[in-house]
C-alpha cells in the first residue's frame, strides 16, 4: 500500500500508457508524500506524470522492480534528489525553535518560582548542557559529511578536463550535461544509453564530428553545434591554435 488515493493522469488502460521501450521515471518526494510515474521523461523534461500516488507513508525506500514472465527492464539510474536532506533539516529548525521559546517563557516565570521548580530547572539546564556537547559534535559531523558530499557533487559535475582522454563515457556525459547550467541535461539518458553502447571513451572525442550526436540523440541543431564546440574546447585548447600561428 503506497498511498491512499491516486490520480491517473494519462490513459486508464495500462498496456496503451507503457509500451516496449519506453523509460519509465520514478520520482518519490516524502516532503509532499507523494510518488509519480513518468514515460519518456528524457524526451519532454515538462511532461505530467502518467500516475501520481498522494499520503505516501513516511519510511524508507528502495528502487524495486517486478515484471510478469519474460518481461525485460533495464535500471537505469537510482538515487535521492536531496530533498529528503531538506525534509530531514525543515523538521530539526522548528524543533529548535520551540525550545527556544520554551526558554524564553521559562525566563518569565522564575521570579515566581519556588526554590524545589528552580532547583529542577537547573538540574535539567546541566543535563542539557551535556546533551549540547553532544548535539553539537553532531552537527559538526553533520556540516562535515555536508562538505563531503557537495565535494563529491562538484567533482561528478566537473570532472578534471586535462584528463579528457582517460574518460569513460560517463565523465563526457557529466561534462556535456552539466554546461551552461545544466542546458543539455535533457539529452544525459540518451547520451548515457548510446555511448554505452558505443564503447565510447574521452580518447574518441577528437575524431568525433558534428553529425556524430544525431545517434546520440542530439536532434536540436543549435544543441548539437554548441555540444560540439564544447568537445572541441576540450580536445583542441586555444593554446594550440595560437602555437601553430606563431610558427607559420
Request: hydrophobic share 35%; proline share 4%; glycine share 4%.
Amino acid at each position: 500500500n503506497i498511498g491512499s488515493g491516486h490520480a491517473n493522469l494519462g490513459p486508464v488502460n495500462p498496456v496503451e500508457i507503457w509500451k516496449s521501450g519506453d523509460e519509465i521515471t520514478v520520482k518519490l518526494d516524502l516532503t509532499t508524500t507523494t510518488i509519480s510515474f513518468y514515460k519518456n521523461l528524457h524526451q519532454n523534461p515538462s511532461a505530467k506524470p502518467h500516475a501520481v500516488y498522494t499520503n505516501v507513508p513516511q519510511a524508507s525506500y528502495r528502487l524495486a522492480c517486478h515484471g510478469y514472465a519474460n518481461t525485460k527492464y533495464e535500471i537505469m539510474r537510482s538515487g535521492a534528489a536531496g530533498g529528503e536532506i531538506m525534509a530531514i533539516e525543515n523538521e530539526i529548525l522548528p524543533i529548535l525553535k520551540d525550545a527556544q521559546n520554551a526558554l524564553q517563557s521559562v525566563q518569565r516565570e522564575i521570579p515566581k518560582m519556588s526554590v524545589d521548580a528552580l532547583i529542577k530547572i537547573k538540574s535539567d539546564i546541566e543535563q542539557s548542557s551535556t546533551n549540547h556537547e553532544a548535539m553539537m559534535k553532531q552537527f559538526t559531523d553533520y556540516f562535515n559529511a555536508l562538505k563531503e558530499t557537495k565535494k563529491l557533487i562538484e567533482s561528478q559535475l566537473n570532472p578534471n578536463v586535462s584528463e579528457y582522454e582517460q574518460w569513460a563515457y560517463q565523465q563526457i556525459v557529466r561534462y556535456i550535461c552539466n554546461a551552461e547550467n545544466g542546458k543539455f541535461a535533457k539529452y544525459e539518458s540518451t547520451l548515457e544509453k548510446t555511448m554505452a553502447e558505443q564503447k565510447l571513451t574521452g580518447a574518441d572525442l577528437k575524431h568525433l564530428e558534428k553529425n556524430d550526436l544525431i545517434p546520440f540523440g542530439v536532434k536540436i541543431f543549435a544543441d548539437r553545434n554548441a555540444i560540439f564546440q564544447l568537445i572541441q574546447k576540450l580536445t583542441q585548447p586555444a593554446n594550440e591554435g595560437t602555437e601553430t600561428q606563431n610558427l607559420m
